[in-house]
């Protein structure tokens, strides 16, 4: 699932018909309205998907340091 990033929507990228390129990468929306807001100001919603990436790493590295190292599901 790619996510709408104007209005927080999932859209399906298998199904998605609009969808734009912005610096080499693929954005879906779930309608053209949406599409037509995000290109006319792409980096104030990218801005807002990086604060929240930049936050997922932040506890993804927090607990490798609790844990000493990354969890493994298939084991030796
Ligand atoms: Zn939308």
Redesign the pocket.
Known sequence: MAK?L????D?DEKTAKIKTKYQGQTYY???L???EVFEKEPEKYLKKKRLFTRFLDWLSSDREKEHGKPPSCCGK
């Open positions: 709408d104007v209005c927080g929507m859209v929306f779930c309608a309205h949406c599409k």
